[in-house]
């Protein structure tokens, strides 16, 4: 079976409190690690990043980014909203297919 991968670690951290308003979410997935060379990388997102959405379906656990992951969108451009360092910020990325 085929599935789609960013290429990151994470997991789940509570929006800051001056963020909540604007980005109408109280949970988000924090990026532990970027895999060199990979889709997310390749992007420009970050440790530290917290993951608000992709496509504008909201990201509360690691689970919801996990079930995204569907071998359709592999090669295909998605948007990745976050949050860095109190700034919201869209990056586009393709994610590839899982390595075997």
Known sequence: ??????????GPRPVPPQARAATGST???EVVEVVDGGPAGRAGIRPEDLILSVNETRIERV???QRLMIADLIGTRV???LLRAGRL?????EPAELPA
């Open 89 to 93: 910020m869209e990056l586009e990325l």
């Open 27 to 29: 949970t988000c997935v």
């Open 79 to 81: 948007t990745v909203r």
């Open 63 to 65: 689970e919801d980014l």
């Open 1 to 10: 079976m085929r599935r789609a991968y960013l290429g990151i670690a994470g």
